[in-house]
């Protein structure tokens, strides 16, 4: 009997040390969810006149203009004359369905981001998407005539101006026959064109020529300023209204002729 009990408290001894030698499993926790940051879209900056003017050309640009004229649409995408007070711009190709190009009516407000391009001194934005905005503004002719023949001329870029009391001069080219014929007008810049193409045309200001043109894509036959030039006489005076344009130097895009006032 002595010796089972002996036994028993010799196996009790045993486990107690084996329980008191087994280490303590460090309680878990499950892992706190983080937090996300909230990512916020970047905010768009809308540039002066000024700004664009500054920015670096192939920098991404935002505007703030209005609608003044379209000259074109072709394969999803517009061309467009705009200006809001402080300057102008002109969008080439912007991306626009038919539909909505026959929406942007001269007025139309829109915020226009792409990237600022040069080509043969035209600055433009190009690659352009936009967002028709509340607000309606159309511009009215800046008179620049003493401005031509001078480096401030640029700085009207692309805007809606008029010019003053400017006498028709001859245009030259060469007929079938070879020879040099002297016009009031010529299609195209060489005259090898036809009714239908760009009217280009020269007038004079205190001594100096210039070479003006109506740009069929934004006003054709059919409108009346085209066949105001047409129309016109070597030694004519008369008042124009256009949209600056640069090509290689001033090369203004013609809305409107009428006889001098």
């Not at 045993?14 to 280490?23: D, L, M, Q, V, W």
């Not at 909230?38 to 540039?47: L, Q, R, S």
């Not at 905005?133 to 005539?145: L, Y």
């Not at 894509?217 to 008369?238: F, M, R």
């Given at each position: 009997?002595?010796?089972?009990?002996?036994?028993?408290?010799?196996?009790?001894?045993?486990?107690?040390?084996?329980?008191?030698?087994?280490?303590?499993?460090?309680?878990?926790?499950?892992?706190?969810?983080?937090?996300?940051?909230?990512?916020?879209?970047?905010?768009?900056?809308?540039?002066?006149?000024?700004?664009?003017?500054?920015?670096?050309?192939?920098?991404?640009?935002?505007?703030?203009?209005?609608?003044?004229?379209?000259?074109?649409w072709w394969d999803g995408k517009g061309t467009f004359y705009t200006?809001?007070e402080d300057g102008a711009y002109f969008l080439y190709n912007m991306?626009?369905?038919?539909?909505?190009?026959?929406?942007?009516?001269?007025?139309?407000?829109?915020?226009?981001?792409?990237?600022?391009?040069?080509?043969?001194?035209?600055?433009?934005?190009?690659?352009?998407?936009?967002?028709?905005?509340?607000?309606?503004?159309?511009?009215?002719?800046?008179?620049?005539?003493?401005?031509?023949?001078?480096?401030?001329?640029?700085?009207?870029?692309?805007?809606?101006?008029?010019?003053?009391?400017?006498?028709?001069?001859?245009?030259?080219?060469?007929?079938?026959?070879?020879?040099?014929?002297?016009?009031?007008?010529?299609?195209?810049?060489?005259?090898?064109?036809?009714?239908?193409?760009?009217?280009?045309?020269?007038?004079?200001?205190?001594?100096?020529?210039?070479?003006?043109?109506?740009?069929?894509?934004?006003?054709?036959?059919?409108?009346?300023?085209?066949?105001?030039?047409?129309?016109?006489?070597?030694?004519?005076?008369?008042?124009?209204?256009?949209?600056?344009?640069?090509?290689?130097?001033?090369?203004?895009?013609?809305?409107?002729?009428?006889?001098?006032?």
């Amino acid at each position: 009997m002595k010796k089972i009990f002996a036994v028993l408290l010799a196996l009790a001894i045993i486990f107690s040390f084996a329980a008191c030698g087994e280490k303590k499993q460090p309680e878990t926790k499950e892992p706190e969810p983080q937090q996300q940051e909230e990512t916020k879209e970047p905010e768009v900056v809308i540039m002066s006149h000024d700004d664009f003017v500054a920015a670096a050309l192939d920098t991404s640009v935002t505007v703030d203009t209005y609608v003044q004229a379209k000259q074109s649409w072709w394969d999803g995408k517009g061309t467009f004359y705009t200006q809001a007070e402080d300057g102008a711009y002109f969008l080439y190709n912007m991306a626009c369905t038919e539909e909505e190009y026959d929406k942007l009516v001269p007025g139309t407000r829109i915020i226009v981001s792409g990237y600022k391009a040069e080509w043969s001194g035209e600055v433009e934005i190009i690659d352009a998407a936009y967002q028709i905005m509340d607000g309606s503004f159309i511009a009215e002719a800046k008179d620049v005539t003493d401005l031509l023949g001078k480096e401030e001329l640029i700085d009207h870029q692309n805007e809606f101006v008029s010019f003053k009391g400017m006498t028709v001069e001859p245009s030259t080219f060469k007929d079938a026959d070879g020879k040099e014929k002297e016009v009031p007008f010529l299609y195209n810049w060489d005259g090898s064109g036809s009714e239908g193409n760009d009217l280009y045309f020269n007038v004079s200001k205190d001594g100096q020529t210039y070479n003006f043109t109506v740009e069929s894509y934004l006003c054709g036959p059919e409108t009346d300023v085209y066949q105001a030039v047409k129309a016109l006489n070597i030694g004519d005076v008369i008042d124009l209204e256009g949209f600056l344009y640069w090509y290689e130097g001033a090369n203004p895009h013609i809305t409107s002729v009428k006889a001098a006032q």
